[in-house]
């Protein structure tokens, strides 16, 4: 199981039984980093947890997660970011444009996806196809 199919789990969703029973068997522990411009409370994620938990992926066990909040401070994300690259994440999700441009500025080598159904994470209108 490489990055890839990591990626596809999370972004898409389409990680079966055995291929999670593959990831359990290889012993692999998954370093999700995850990135926020807001603050932390007792529901912080809890639907990403929860997915994960569907797909194999159980923290403790074969995931570790990094949270980083930003407390609603957008200018603490670069900083936060770049903390989540030097902890050796494997993936960075990030919901919103501010999150995913700081990202973006920290790393051109891990990968950066956001999750479904995040109406935020476009900042502007699409452009337009007319001429």
Request: hydrophobic share 45%.
């Amino acid at each position: 199981m490489d990055r890839r199919t990591f990626l596809c789990g999370i972004t898409l969703g389409t990680l079966a039984a055995p291929l999670a029973a593959e990831a359990q068997q290889t012993g692999k522990v998954w370093r999700l980093g995850v990135l926020s411009a807001g603050r932390r409370t007792a529901q912080s994620f809890i639907f990403l947890r929860n997915a994960l938990r569907e797909l194999g992926y159980v923290e403790g066990q074969n995931l570790m997660i990094e949270w980083r909040f930003a407390d609603g401070d957008a200018d603490r994300l670069p900083e936060l970011a770049a903390d989540l690259v030097h902890s050796n994440v494997d993936i960075i999700v990030a919901g919103f444009m501010s999150e995913i441009h700081a990202a973006r500025q920290a790393t051109t080598v891990i990968p950066i996806v956001r999750p479904r159904g995040n109406a935020g994470a476009r900042s502007r209108p699409p452009p337009s196809t007319s001429a």
